[in-house]
């Protein structure tokens, strides 16, 4: 697998949809995760698409190094905004043996996410397959209501 680097323009068009999200508009299943920074003690927000499998719902942090995922993994709760609803809740880091069904089910959930993951060079062709194969690459953030 070839290094990972950010799609040309994801910061660009990250402050523009948490700038639209912040007005209340809805874009798709787009939300907005807010966490503590582990650094600066202050609020990062991020756009995220959250996704269900079997009844419960799940984050992918698909870029390995994204300052979210560390965020998320020390602070371990948040804010989840969608709209002008938000909510607490707590991410719970799903360990590496059980990230394959989570994994599987993002390329039919998140669609758009795998264009951006193919580009980015985190997987080449974005099967279901190739997602579960590559568990350890991959964070999941099961996403429990506080």
Same mark, same amino acid.
């Given at each position: 697998?070839? &290094?990972?680097?950010? @799609?040309?323009? =994801?910061?660009?068009? !990250?402050? /523009?949809? &948490?700038?639209?999200?912040?007005?209340?508009?809805?874009?798709?299943?787009? +939300? /907005?995760?807010?966490?503590?920074?582990?650094?600066?003690?202050?609020? $990062?927000?991020?756009? /995220?698409?959250?996704?269900?499998?079997?009844?419960?719902?799940? =984050? =992918?942090?698909?870029?390995?190094?994204?300052?979210? /995922? +560390?965020?998320?993994?020390?602070?371990?709760?948040?804010?989840?905004? +969608?709209?002008?609803? &938000?909510? $607490?809740?707590?991410?719970?880091?799903? @360990?590496?043996?059980?990230?394959? @069904?989570?994994?599987?089910?993002?390329?039919?959930?998140?669609?758009?996410?795998?264009?951006?993951?193919?580009?980015?060079?985190?997987?080449?062709?974005?099967?279901?397959?190739?997602?579960?194969? !590559?568990?350890?690459?991959?964070?999941?953030? $099961?996403?429990?209501?506080?």
């Amino acid at each position: 697998m070839n &290094k990972v680097a950010l @799609p040309r323009g =994801l910061r660009t068009v !990250n402050r /523009v949809v &948490k700038a639209l999200l912040g007005t209340g508009i809805r874009i798709g299943d787009i +939300h /907005v995760l807010t966490v503590v920074g582990r650094k600066s003690g202050q609020p $990062r927000s991020t756009p /995220v698409t959250p996704y269900e499998v079997d009844g419960e719902r799940y =984050l =992918l942090g698909g870029y390995p190094g994204a300052d979210w /995922v +560390h965020n998320a993994r020390a602070a371990g709760e948040g804010t989840l905004a +969608h709209g002008r609803r &938000k909510k $607490r809740v707590r991410l719970v880091e799903v @360990p590496v043996a059980e990230r394959g @069904p989570m994994l599987r089910a993002f390329p039919e959930k998140v669609p758009n996410g795998v264009g951006m993951m193919v580009k980015a060079g985190a997987v080449t062709e974005g099967s279901p397959e190739e997602f579960a194969a !590559n568990a350890d690459r991959f964070t999941v953030f $099961r996403v429990v209501g506080a």
